[in-house]
């Protein structure tokens, strides 16, 4: 059986097995909204944005229309409704925001192949741009001012930098995030205690900092703001989340119902809308010593911020779970799961999870980084 669904509510649900339908059970009605994801053509190595109307799966449309190699293609969405900041990086290079309504395209100004180090992250009213500027700074464009300013958040210490290169192999990320739907905005600092930086984009005279004391990938925020998570880089791979107000106040994500000798990896997905709840994705595997009968398999797993439980919502060990985002009422979330073919590239097929009956859902269309695209403001 493809899927092991491991919550005993399921067993009353019927289980869906991608191409085939329970001859039992109606076909699954799609919820309503729009998604966009990133179409990679393999054979041009070339990556587009894609937009996909679920009231009209069968018609999906681009949103970019690159025709020259790329190695990567970022985005990142605000909830207004409508804008979308994207970074192409190949053989050439743009940094743009994008009115999805209108389909209109605005070069960021200064962040160009020698000065932007980063897409773009979006304030949530979609009015601020933020990226990392070369080499040492952390910049911000009001994209609501004709002509646009382009200002200098944060410079960070360029002693920092190279010591943060030099001992850890890599270079330093800030990995900005917004507080919530607020002018707050959080970044890490780039030496111990590994502490985040917390501004007011609109108040200069404002500054705090959060404590997290570990080496990590940056705080991400729930949609309220009253709590943030952070991913450990010490190898342990471990999920720990907060409340802003008590930071001493925390759980950390840990499974303990692993078998002798194996190893998991966890990445964050991203907060449920109840800003409660975590949705985590786990690889679990042997790097040695493997028992026979044991295969690897991937794991979407919700974390309850509050208590520490653990719910694993979808487990496989046939084809690898990559990405997620959460609906507006946290019914749904969209991911991919990915198929290593023969030649050694992957079928990427973008899937719905209903997490009311839990049955995944094939929407019939290939891509990667799905993000679920809000309708109106939040």
Known sequence: MRYALMCVVLLSFPLWIVGMVNANQPTPTLPAGKIIYVVHDTERSIQNLWLLDLSNPHAPRPLTHFDTPSTWLGYDLAQDGRTLAYRAVGSIEQNAVMDIETGSIRLIPGCGRNSCLSGATLSPDGRYAVYEGFPDELRIVDLYSIPSIDRVLHTFDMDALSWYAQNLGQRFRPSPAWIGNSTYLAFSLPFSPWDVQVIDIEDPTYSAILPLGVFHAGAIFSPDGSRYAHFGLDYTNFVTTREVLAPSNFHQYQRDDLIAGEEYTTSIIGWHPDSRHLLISNRFFFRENRPPDYQSHDEFALFDSLTGNIDV????????????????????????????????????????????????????????????????AS
């Open 313 to 376: 919502l979808l487990k496989t060990s046939e084809v690898e779970l990559r990405g997620g985002s959460w609906n507006e009422d946290g019914t749904y979330f969209v991911y991919t799961e990915s198929v290593m073919q023969d030649d050694q590239t992957y079928d990427e097929r973008l899937m719905l999870f209903d997490m009311e009956t839990r049955q995944f859902i094939p929407l019939g269309v290939t891509g990667r980084y799905a993000k679920w695209f809000m309708e109106t």
